[in-house]
């Protein structure tokens, strides 16, 4: 099991930067996919950045290619999001998302989300 916890949503205006940040517990040395999804309202969930542990290999969705940056303190356990150049289309609430493998299986945790609101 693995347990996660984001923070550092809020109100942006657009051009502006926030960083969100994930914190995981439990079963982090199974951890092979750190990522970052978003859900606006009446939309669909999508990833945003993923980062794959085996290949140490970082993908972006297109929209977000330039401006924003997926990292991680691996010896803390920690994601982050780096959000630059922000704009109202980034609004949403965005989840941190963790797969594990364990007994040759992947498993996929979700954080409880955090709100990013881009208005001026």
């Known amino acids: 099991q693995v347990q996660l916890v984001e923070s550092g949503g809020g109100l942006v205006q657009p051009g502006g930067s926030l960083r969100l940040s994930c914190a995981a517990s439990?079963?982090?040395?199974?951890?092979?996919?750190m990522a970052w999804y978003r859900q606006a309202p009446g939309k669909q969930r999508e990833l945003v950045a993923r980062?794959?542990?085996?290949?140490?290999?970082?993908t972006y969705a297109d929209s977000v290619k330039g401006r924003f940056t997926i990292s991680r303190d691996s010896p803390k356990n920690m994601v982050y999001l780096q959000m630059n150049n922000l704009k109202p289309e980034d609004a949403a609430v965005y989840y941190c998302?963790?797969?594990?493998?364990?007994?040759?299986?992947?498993?996929?945790?979700w954080g409880q989300g955090t709100q990013v609101t881009v208005a001026s």
């Open positions: 980062y794959t542990k085996n290949v140490d290999s970082t």
């Open positions: 439990g079963s982090t040395a199974s951890i092979v996919v």
């Open positions: 998302e963790m797969e594990t493998l364990q007994n040759s299986r992947l498993w996929q945790y």
